[in-house]
């Protein structure tokens, strides 16, 4: 598993009818197969969030999406970042990884947090808890879905699960590789280091050089070679040649980039890659301009020999 530049699309709208909403998600998902990048992402979520708009605003369901872009891509790798786990019971989610794994002839990755938008647990039924309930839910469900995907058929009499030797089939592959997202020192980190092939932290420009150094501890604490721990950041970068940093909210200029897609590149060689992270993934913002051809391709051009080495 690489994932050194991947392509979130972080809504779905882009000031078009319904009819024409799945065909410029997968004209973005193209756009970036075409132009090297490793992976697509998608949110999982059903309404979208504060920080990118009103909960009503367009949002497909994640896996279905998916589904279909295992259809229309070639050569990315296809995935959540990430899953809530609150959202789906973990024998299904295992069912649901496996299979578009085979639709998409191995290009699935598994990304899964434990879910933190309240409003769409509330309105939905689905059970909220505390932090420390989605995360021992968390990780219980890892105990069902790991060895589901490998083939191995658990049972397990939890707390929040039980199973009887559930099984996943049929599968393509023993590993699907396996994302977090998330940067918390005393829980998060160190099950990224025990389980997981790629970490994606979400945390501050500031703040990325303290978490590779706890990364790196955390992995050797348990003679886990850091290296074979991946790590990204997600960004948000407006492709504009015309504009500054000015424009950029004082909420977002921890992780947001804007100006030409040279300039994006190298601030994020700046911000990101030299604070020791080895790969970004972006999100351009739609909702104001709509998709725009030609700049995932202008980022890819500009990032691919930066996070290549």
């Given at each position: 598993?690489?994932i050194?530049l991947?392509?979130q699309?972080p809504?779905f ?9 799945f065909p410029?998600v997968?004209?973005?998902?193209q ?13 999982d ?17 994640a896996?279905t999406a998916?589904?279909?872009l295992a259809?229309a ?8 970042l990430?899953t809530g786990?609150?959202?789906r019971?973990?024998?299904?989610l ?13 290009r699935a990755i ?5 879910g933190w938008?309240e409003?769409e647990?509330?309105q ?12 021992n839910?968390l990780?219980e469900?890892?105990?069902i879905i790991l060895?589901?995907?490998k ?5 397990v009499?939890?707390?929040y699960y039980?199973?009887r030797?559930a ?5 393509l592959?023993d ?5 977090i997202?998330?940067s918390g020192e005393k829980k998060?980190?160190?099950?990224a280091?025990k389980h997981?092939d790629h970490?994606?932290v979400?945390?501050?420009f500031?703040e ?9 501890q955390r ?6 070679d850091p290296?074979?721990?991946?790590t990204s950041?997600?960004v ?5 040649e015309?504009v500054t ?11 947001m980039?804007?100006g030409?897609?040279g ?9 990101v ?5 080895d ?5 351009l913002?739609?909702s104001?301009?709509g998709?725009q051809p030609?700049?995932i391709t202008?980022l890819?051009?500009?990032l691919?020999?930066l996070?290549?080495?």
């Open positions: 598993m690489t050194r991947g392509l699309i809504n709208s882009y000031g078009t009818g319904v009819a024409e909403l410029t997968i004209a973005q998902a756009e970036a197969d075409q132009a090297g990048f490793d992976a697509v992402f998608l949110m979520h059903f309404y979208q969030l504060p920080m990118l708009g009103s909960p009503d605003q367009p949002m497909l369901e896996y998916l589904g279909g259809t891509t070639e050569r990315v790798q296809l995935g959540t990430v786990n609150t959202y019971n973990p024998t299904l295992a069912k649901i990884i496996t299979t578009l794994d085979v639709m998409s002839q191995g598994l990304g899964i947090g434990t938008f409003l647990h509330d939905l039924g689905f059970e909220f808890g505390t932090f420390t309930d989605r995360f839910k990780y469900a890892l105990d060895p589901m995907i083939g191995e058929r658990p049972t009499d939890g707390k039980r199973t030797e099984m996943a089939e049929p599968r592959r590993h699907i590789p396996l994302m997202g998330g998060t980190i160190p099950l280091a997981f970490l994606n979400i945390a501050g500031d990325l050089p303290g978490k590779v150094r706890v990364v790196k992995c050797e604490e348990i003679d886990r290296a074979t721990l991946e950041m997600l948000t970068a407006m492709v504009d015309n940093e000015d424009v950029i909210p004082d909420e977002m200029k921890q992780r980039v804007v030409s897609a300039q994006i590149a190298e601030q994020i060689k700046t911000k890659l030299d604070a020791g992270i790969g970004v993934i972006v999100n913002p739609t104001v301009q998709y030609g700049h202008a890819g051009e500009a691919r020999p996070v290549r080495g």
